[in-house]
């Protein structure tokens, strides 16, 4: 993705024009903000920044584009939950680069266009699904982050932890990178906790016993599961019977939001072959009950009964 990408912007600077609109797709915290980050900087352009959740109304969404300059790159982030009459308006920016500045109320309110300066959208989403197609269609480009290999993990480990200043043991930041579910905000995450627990406990190195005894005081398995993937895993397996059940149960078992179960906790357990997802809602696969230590239970609902 990162070669097409570097297609798009040096074809667009090569031109001196403003390079089409980039959708990034894919769950949290694999690199979407960073890489939207990256692009106005390749772009030798300024980033503004806002999200659908802030934009509140279609007026919230007219002031910030009227406001951008040639060229700037507006990113927008979890893009989907942005409102309808606010996507309307944004359909028609991007495409014909205008917002129509409502005035007055009622019979008498009419709509003065504003023409603005050509610019770029960056927009991000944990679930490109729930686009609208009239705004998917007006991408140019749609990058899908997929999680990480272990081994490359390991290498944004030793970068960060050369910019922490703390030298990484090879076999430790295996043991991290393989633990942390595929995504680079976790392996970061977790390479903190690891230099806390060096610099508390230990003698300050972070090697494979740190990295280990870190990870134990953090309740993050030899899987990479941790507290919440484990509560989602064992309320299937134990209070639904393998299921199936829907999100919405399955989230409220385990006191969380079910956007948080849906775009944190299961797209990795279904990567992982462990929960699987139906019609009738998620079902527990054998790997699950295994992970548990659990004898499955081989009720008529589940997929193996
Ligand atoms: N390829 C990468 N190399 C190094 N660090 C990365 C990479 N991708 C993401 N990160 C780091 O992971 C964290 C999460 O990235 P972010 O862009 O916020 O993810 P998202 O917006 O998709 O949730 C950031 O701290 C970022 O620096
Ligand atoms: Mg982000």
């Known amino acids: 993705m990162r070669d097409q990408l570097s297609l798009v912007l040096q074809a667009a600077r090569r031109r001196g024009r403003a390079p089409d609109h980039v959708l990034l797709s894919g769950p949290p915290g694999l690199g979407k903000t960073t890489l939207a980050m990256i692009i106005a900087a390749e772009l030798g352009t300024?980033?503004?920044?806002?999200?659908?959740?802030?934009?509140?109304?279609?007026?919230?969404?007219?002031?910030?584009?009227?406001?951008?300059?040639?060229?700037?790159?507006?990113?927008?982030?979890e893009i989907h939950r942005l409102a309808r009459p606010a996507e309307e308006l944004l359909y028609v920016a991007m495409e014909d680069f205008r917002v129509d500045v409502v005035v007055g109320k009622g019979a008498g309110a009419s709509a003065i266009p504003l023409a603005l300066p050509p610019f770029t959208v960056v927009g991000a989403t944990t679930r490109a699904g729930l686009l609208p197609a009239p705004l998917r269609d007006r991408f140019g480009f749609t990058g899908h982050l997929d999680f990480y290999e272990t081994h490359e993990l390991e290498r944004v480990l030793l970068r960060s932890a050369g910019l922490l200043?703390?030298?990484?043991?090879?076999?430790?930041?295996?043991?991290?990178?393989?633990?942390?579910?595929?995504?680079?905000?976790?392996?970061?995450?977790?390479?903190?906790r690891v230099r806390d627990w060096a610099e508390v406990r230990g003698d300050g190195s972070l090697d494979l016993g740190a990295a280990r005894a870190a990870l134990e005081v953090y309740e993050?398995?030899?899987?990479?599961?941790?507290?919440?993937?484990?509560?989602?895993?064992?309320?299937?397996?134990?209070?639904?019977?393998?299921?199936p059940v829907g999100l919405t149960t399955l989230a409220v078992a385990v006191g969380e939001e079910p956007e948080t179960v849906e775009t944190v906790a299961e797209p990795f357990l279904v990567r992982e072959g462990l929960i699987g997802r139906t019609p009738r809602g998620r079902v527990a696969l054998p790997g699950a009950w295994e992970h548990l230590g659990l004898e499955p239970v081989a009720g008529p609902g589940t997929l193996f009964g």
């Open 220 to 243: 993050v398995d030899e899987r990479g599961l941790d507290r919440l993937d484990r509560a989602v895993l064992s309320a299937l397996c134990t209070r639904f019977g393998g299921g």
């Open 165 to 192: 200043g703390a030298p990484l043991a090879a076999d430790a930041a295996a043991e991290i990178a393989s633990r942390s579910r595929g995504t680079p905000r976790i392996a970061n995450r977790l390479l903190r």
């Open 46 to 77: 300024s980033l503004r920044v806002t999200s659908g959740p802030a934009i509140q109304h279609a007026g919230d969404l007219a002031a910030v584009l009227s406001s951008l300059e040639e060229g700037e790159v507006l990113f927008l982030d």
